[in-house]
């Protein structure tokens, strides 16, 4: 196939952009500059710009866009964190929908989603929840449904923790750890979905080769509370796991992106991953953290 990156420079671009070109497929990076190489197409999320005739033979995009959402949320970050999510996503589904060969559109998304929902089991049946990364997320899965009602096949991925020391949670985690400086975060007793980073790469393979659609939780079927990830962190770094971050603390140095994002969480299963045949690598979480530190 013939396949249109967008983040293709990000944690899971650079990891999945190698494994696209392995199995064989053509890659088009979609960039925010000029292209400068014969693999590039340039686009403008922000203006709408992006040339069909540039994409018109593309069998499939994979949107990967989106700012981190690991930062102080301000007003303003708040926009961007959605902003650069909403309006790629409404960019590639109108592109989708215009063009004759209805391309597959595969979509990052957050299980975020679901809220905070504490002990309960969420599969893609699950009510949707409320807070401000559960809104972005529904913003988010609905800006793909040009390409929906042109006919298109659209699988949305609400992702948990991407376990890597290149990028995100646990890159920020590694230093106090390895430091002897870790622990539980709050109460501990809440669920983390998280995923190893192959596990990702192999998902958006799965759905780019095979009938996958509809919204599909990308996450371990093994999910875990806080006080088991650091715990098992601090015994794959052989390291003690005894200062805690009190939630006070949490709300304190992070405000409402700590509140969301560390105190609050999903127990998420990947419910239709399973159904349509996927097979994990990394199911059990202290085997992928010890995967993530070797990479």
């Known amino acids: 196939m013939k396949v249109a990156v967008s983040g293709a420079s990000g944690l899971i671009g650079s990891a999945l952009v190698p494994a696209l070109r392995e199995r064989g497929h053509e890659v088009v990076r979609l960039v925010r500059r000029e292209a400068r190489a014969s ?11 992006l040339d069909p005739y540039a994409v018109a033979d593309v069998d499939a995009f994979v949107n990967l866009s ?28 109108r592109t989708v929908a215009a063009l004759e060969g209805r391309p597959a559109l595969i979509s990052a998304g957050g299980v ?6 504490g002990d309960e089991i969420l599969t893609e049946e699950s009510e949707l929840g409320s807070g401000f990364l559960a809104e972005v997320g529904k ?3 609905a800006a793909a449904d040009p390409a929906r009602e042109a006919g298109a096949r659209v699988v949305t991925f609400r992702q948990g923790i991407v376990l890597s020391r290149r990028g995100g949670a646990l890159a920020k985690m590694l230093t106090p750890f390895k430091l002897g400086l870790g622990g539980r975060v709050g109460s501990g007793r809440q669920w983390w979905s998280w995923i190893s980073l192959d596990d990702t790469v192999a998902a958006y393979l799965f759905a780019l080769e095979h009938d996958l659609s509809g919204a599909t939780n990308l996450v371990s079927p093994n999910p875990v509370t806080s006080a088991h990830l650091t715990k098992t962190l601090g015994r794959v770094l052989g390291r003690p796991t005894i200062f805690p971050l009190p ?49």
Do not use: C, H
């Not at 693999?39 to 710009?49: I, L, R, T, Y």
């Not at 405000?255 to 998420?268: V, Y």
């Open 112 to 117: 975020g989603i679901y809220g905070n929902r």
């Open 247 to 295: 939630g006070l603390a949490v709300k304190a140095l992070f405000g409402e992106m700590g509140e969301a994002t560390l105190l609050e969480g999903q127990r998420a299963l990947p419910a239709r991953l399973l159904e349509a045949g996927f097979a994990f690598s990394f199911p059990a979480l202290e085997p992928a953290l010890r995967r993530a530190l070797e990479l």
């Open 66 to 93: 989106g700012a981190t959402i690991g930062r102080r949320w301000t007003e303003a970050r708040k926009r961007e964190i959605r902003d650069s999510r909403v309006l790629p996503t409404a960019l590639l589904a």
């Open 39 to 49: 693999d590039e197409v340039a686009w403008d999320p922000a203006s709408g710009a």
């Open 139 to 141: 913003e988010w899965e």
